[in-house]
Nanobody, 114 residues
């Protein structure tokens, strides 16, 4: 069973930065498209960034220009570099494959203080 372990969240001031990591225990990681998702209080979980197995990326309009998704296939890890953070970015952040076929990890809390 594939295991997802997110880390790197925390409390930051508006305008600050954080780098999230997601370690993926999978023998086929390099062949899988991955995404970062977030669930804000009272809202549905949403996809904020995605990266294909070939490295192509896409972003939600709300984070475009501020967030960067990347992957290191040698480390089975996907990253989310977040800059110019806003209070509305406050959420629990999760990673998963683009088909959402892995069991969700525990997520990592990001809180942005105004």
């Amino acid at each position: 069973q594939v295991q997802l372990v997110e880390s790197g969240g925390g409390l930051v001031q508006a305008g600050g930065s954080l780098r999230l990591s997601c370690a993926v225990r999978s023998s086929v990681f390099r062949a899988i498209g991955m995404g970062w998702y977030r669930r804000a209080p009272g809202k549905e979980r949403e996809l904020v960034a995605r990266i294909t197995s070939g490295g192509s990326t896409n972003y939600a309009d709300s984070v475009k220009g501020r967030f960067t998704i990347s992957r290191d296939n040698a480390k089975n890890t996907v990253y989310l570099q977040m800059s110019s953070l806003k209070p509305e970015d406050t959420a629990v952040y999760y990673c998963n494959n683009l088909g959402l076929t892995y069991s969700w990890g525990q997520g990592t809390q990001v809180t942005v203080r105004s």
